[in-house]
């Protein structure tokens, strides 16, 4: 419990950190947001009055306080374009982002835990000569180059997915449930999650590889062998089990920076995710919804950051001896 | 050979290696560096690529000449804020219905009244531009407003206030197995992309929704907030308006059946008998009386307070008559007032404006659930960086000939084109690709696309700094102006989608256009500069240009 209470401080200074440097930094970017509206009719009395409606002409110590003790309500106040409350955007985009970037990485890793422990037992086979450089290739290549490449052959040249969005245009659902869940909806989700997911299954892979030959030089393995034990039950119930534990802290930290990491893939398939909402409020310097983008996505990575840690302490209790020392 | 001969040769032979030098010292100080601020290579390809262009052609005069690119914010930031800062800038304006008139760039862009804060940022100031300026605003007669406009034009070309490079011409594309080729209507200077394609394409089988592409996601559904393109083509539909601007890039009468000058000032419209709001309350004098009076009400719509300045009342004079009072004379009210304002429901905005006025954010905060408007289509829903759905309006008079009106925002140009030839969206509006894959493609599949191209209102310039030397002088704008190749700009940067421009009138706007001013640039070409500085006592040493005799250099270079 204490263990716990001590994770929750530190991920709290953390996202407090977060919060006040992303307030900073927006406020230290050149230019101010109002420069968005030029117009022949923009007048100097226009942008200051502009200035007063976004609060910026204030002191930045008063602007600070107030949206500290704003995000302490949960308030993360209304984008300065789009008009509308932050977290209301955010909510739109977050279904989307969560999606894809759990559908992905479940694929990557169940793909990558899988691959990574035969390649571990093939070692010194053609099919690790060959699957070792394609998934080192897979993880260097930029991820907008394979999903044109993936667009290129299976959208517009063979035209079995769609080229973009997450849905067909203008189409109905009774609910969010409902769209989420719609064939329509998965059927657009493939390209991007299979983008995604190939580009993540590397470290999964790599790590699993590893991590396998390593423990399967153990002594309890050599253990098992003569005990007469196969080579599945060896491997399944023996090895990967304890070469799961690095991996599972992967995935955890994976969730959380993939929340954010998107933008790229977000931008090739316009898929309406979290990435998006964010490069575009950057641009447009909407100081709120950036600043509400950034401490979400930025909650989503401490908070898995969290759950690694306490995981790896609950799969192997040597990590929370170890702390009590 | 004579002595007097002999001992001129011998004293010119001596005085040789020194000539320079004596030319160096009854000439001015070298210009400084300059330094050409543009949009990062990423973000405005073309206007990158026109800019190096640029650079190339004044240090061939003997410019030392820095291309900077910045991040938009901070171009922006330096541009509009620091205006004794820069040199030159890369800049554009783009093309909008409302610049169907000229009076919005003629008197906003060089009028000495908005050098201090408004958009004449390259601080152009001449009284016989205002003088003129202001004249074609008040000019009623059409005949001689035009004759107005050509005026304003040459007095441009003689100054040079900005290096004008090119307009673009759009591409367009649209499936022309879903729509009736013909129904397409193009509008002088935005192509397809207008309200009276929206209304007017029409479904030949049962795909009957329009489903348009966008780069840019639409921000907000308000109507009395301009946030973006993309959001106006949505209030375009949504809202009606008095008066349209047409195809042909004059305002018709839309709302108003009939729009009657009554005097210099006063300006009668007739309201369309049987218009309804899409919840099915009628269209009334009162509301429209409203929609023009809430933006000037405190500062409730500073996006569209400045439109309504000029009117000293609107008054309902019968059930259907709308009486508007100027308190000048206004040539351009019906396109930039009466073709641009929203009619709202008062019974909808007329709370919210008395609940906003105590508020400290304004009516642009306010967020309707689902916008009402009176427009040919309705507003059903947006989904943030996803989509926009309208559907017709059955009730209109205008009733759309397609069933949905559907944007779509792709971010990705080549999954534009996917989407296009798979037949996701049916009509590309908003193409900013390699002309020749879009081209390529329509000669592949002629039975099915349809392509469109046209000159935009729009063009892309070099803004000079009239506020710092060597800007400040007319000759040096007008020899830097003359060493910019514009056909070859447009040829390279635009791959051949963009035509020469030299005026802040586009062709496309064939009424008020000076015919030929692109070719009438004041030196014509580098060559032509160099004869335009050397005249006007400029000179090159030691490979650098030198401001005339007896001008130094004191103003500081840009950092």
Redo the contacts between chains.
């Keep these: 419990m204490k263990r716990v209470l001590g994770r929750l401080g530190h991920a709290l200074f953390v996202l407090w950190a977060i919060a006040s440097l992303t307030f900073l930094l927006f406020r230290l970017m050149p230019g101010d947001p109002t420069l968005n509206f030029l117009s022949e009719s923009f007048s100097d009395e226009m942008r200051l009055a502009l200035l007063n409606a976004f609060g910026l002409d204030k002191p930045l110590h008063e602007q600070y306080l107030l949206y500290m003790w704003s995000l302490l309500q949960g308030d993360f106040g209304v984008s300065f374009l789009q008009k509308r409350p932050v977290l209301d955007i955010l909510l739109e985009a977050l279904p989307n982002t969560a999606a894809l970037t759990v559908s992905a990485l479940v694929v990557a890793y169940a793909f990558g835990i899988i691959a990574g422990a035969y390649l571990a037992f093939a070692r010194g086979t053609v099919v690790e000569g060959i699957a070792i450089p394609a998934a080192l290739i897979t993880r260097a290549a930029p991820e907008f180059w394979l999903g044109m490449i993936l667009l290129a052959w299976l959208s517009f040249g063979l035209g079995i997915f769609p080229a973009s969005g997450a849905n067909v245009a203008g189409s109905e659902f009774t609910s969010e449930w409902a769209r989420l869940t719609s064939a329509d909806f998965l059927w657009h989700l493939v390209l991007p999650a299979l983008t995604l997911a190939l580009y993540l299954q590397g470290l999964p892979l790599l790590l699993m590889r590893a991590t396998m030959l390593e423990v399967l030089n153990d002594e309890f393995i050599v253990m098992a062998r003569m005990k007469g034990l196969s080579r599945w039950a060896i491997v399944m119930r023996h090895a990967a089990r304890n070469a799961l534990l690095p991996v599972a802290t992967a995935f955890a930290l994976g969730l959380g920076q993939s929340f954010g990491g998107n933008v790229v893939i977000e931008t090739v398939f316009s898929w309406p995710g979290l990435g998006r909402v964010l490069v575009s409020a950057v641009q447009g310097a909407d100081y709120p919804l950036a600043q509400g983008a950034f401490i979400m996505i930025a909650g989503v990575l401490v908070l898995m950051n969290m759950v690694a840690d306490l995981l790896y302490a609950w799969l192997d209790p040597r990590v929370s001896v170890g702390a009590k020392r | 050979m004579n002595r007097r001969t002999l001992l001129l040769a011998a004293t010119s032979l001596t005085a040789l290696p020194h000539l320079e030098a004596l030319a160096q010292a009854g000439q001015g100080d070298p210009v400084r560096p300059l330094v050409l601020l543009t949009r990062p290579q990423a973000g405005a390809p073309a206007a990158y690529q026109a800019a190096e262009l640029i650079a190339q052609e004044w240090r061939k005069l003997g410019l030392q000449v820095e291309l900077r690119p910045m991040?938009?914010?901070?171009h922006?930031?330096v541009v509009?804020?620091e205006r004794q800062r820069w040199d030159a800038t890369m800049w554009q304006m783009v093309g909008r219905p409302e610049r169907g008139d000229p009076d919005?760039?003629v008197f906003?862009?060089f009028h000495s009244a908005n050098i201090?804060?408004?958009?004449n940022f390259v601080g152009y100031n001449n009284p016989e531009y205002d003088v003129l300026a202001q004249a074609q605003r008040v000019e009623m007669d059409q005949p001689r407003r035009q004759q107005i406009v050509r005026q304003v034009q040459e007095l441009v070309n003689r100054d040079q206030p900005y290096a004008f490079l090119v307009h673009p011409v759009n591409l367009q594309a649209f499936n022309k197995q879903v729509f009736a080729e013909a129904s397409a209507v193009n509008q002088a200077g935005l192509g397809i992309r207008n309200f009276w394609n929206w209304i007017g394409l029409t479904p030949t089988g049962r795909q009957r929704?329009i489903?348009v592409n966008s780069t840019e996601?639409v921000?907000?559904t308000?109507p009395f907030?301009?946030?973006?393109a993309p959001d106006s083509w949505v209030t375009d539909l949504v809202w009606d308006r008095m008066m349209r601007v047409g195809p042909d890039g004059l305002p018709r009468p839309w709302a108003a059946e009939t729009v009657t000058q009554v005097d210099a000032t006063t300006i009668d419209c007739v309201l369309r008998a049987g218009m309804t709001f899409h919840d099915g309350a009628p269209v009334t004098v009162d509301d429209v009386v409203f929609s023009f009076e809430a933006p000037g009400m405190g500062?409730e719509s500073?996006?569209y307070?400045?439109?309504v300045q000029n009117i000293e009342s609107v008054s309902a004079t019968d059930a259907r008559t709308v009486r508007f009072k100027l308190k000048n004379p206004d040539a351009a009210f019906r396109i930039s007032v009466l073709a641009k304002l929203n009619i709202v429901s008062k019974a909808t905005w007329a709370p919210v404006l008395a609940d906003y006025q105590n508020r400290?954010?304004?009516l642009?905060?306010?967020?309707e659930e689902r916008p009402i408007g009176s427009g040919p289509y309705r507003f059903v829903r947006s989904?943030?960086?996803?989509?926009v759905?309208l559907e017709a309006n059955p009730n209109h008079w205008a009733k759309p000939k397609a069933d949905?009106w559907?944007m779509?925002?792709?971010?990705?140009i080549?999954?534009?084109?996917?989407?296009f030839?798979?037949g996701?969206?049916n009509v590309i509006a908003d193409y900013t690709g390699d002309p020749d894959l879009l081209k390529g493609m329509a000669q592949s599949q002629a039975t099915m696309i349809a392509i469109r191209e046209g000159v935009d209102i729009g063009f892309q310039f070099v803004g000079m700094n009239n506020r710092r030397p060597p800007f400040s002088d007319p000759a040096f704008r007008r020899a830097m102006s003359a060493a910019v190749n514009r056909e070859m700009m447009a040829g390279a940067a635009w791959n051949g989608q963009a035509v020469p421009s030299n005026s802040l009138v586009s062709p496309a706007l064939s009424a008020w256009h000076l015919p030929g001013i692109e070719g009438r640039v004041p030196g014509a070409n580098l060559e032509g500069a160099r004869r335009l500085l050397q005249e006007a006592g400029y000179r090159i040493v030691n490979g650098r240009l030198h401001y005339p005799p007896g001008v130094r250099e004191t103003t500081p270079a840009f950092q």
């Design positions: 991040p938009n914010q901070a922006s930031q509009w804020n919005e760039l906003n862009l201090a804060t408004g958009f929704d489903i996601p921000k907000a308000n907030y301009i946030s973006g500062n500073p996006m307070r400045p439109f400290p954010q304004n642009e905060s306010y967020v989904r943030v960086n996803e989509e759905v949905r559907i779509r925002i792709i971010t990705n080549e999954a534009t084109l996917g989407a030839r798979r996701e969206i």
